[in-house]
């Protein structure tokens, strides 16, 4: 699964689901596609999934309520683990990803 525009880009390996561009969706409607793929992995049932957000240079409000959603949804099912790589060139990651542990503190953080 893929979803390409000029601004961003997401797809899934596997159970991985990577991020890369500017992510500047208004509103949850706007962020619906990007969820269905992210639920489409979970629904998979995968022992883990991994959000790849290295390569994510800019995520707006929604997109970041869009991620806490998503995690609270995860950790509903305890037999599925999560895996957020972030990277440390990218000041927000290392701000807001910390707020997803909060969230589930089973999901395993790594910043870069």
């Known amino acids: ?5 000029n601004d961003y880009r997401v797809w899934t390996e596997g159970a991985s689901i ?3 561009g500017t992510m500047r969706l208004s509103g949850t409607e706007a962020y619906a596609p990007i969820l269905e793929i992210m639920n489409s992995v979970l629904g998979s049932k995968p022992d883990l999934i991994t959000l790849d957000l290295t390569g994510l240079e800019f995520l707006n409000s ?5 991620f806490a959603k998503f995690t609270i949804e995860i950790r509903k099912q305890p037999e599925v683990g999560v895996r957020v790589l972030g990277s440390k ?3 927000w990651q290392s701000k807001s990803l910390r707020n997803l542990q909060r969230l589930h503190p089973a999901l395993e953080l790594t910043i870069s």
Do not use: A, D, R
Request: glycine share 6%.
């Open 1 to 5: 699964m893929e979803i390409s525009t």
């Open 18 to 20: 990577h991020y890369e």
């Open 62 to 66: 929604s997109g970041i309520n869009l």
């Open 89 to 91: 060139s990218i000041p």
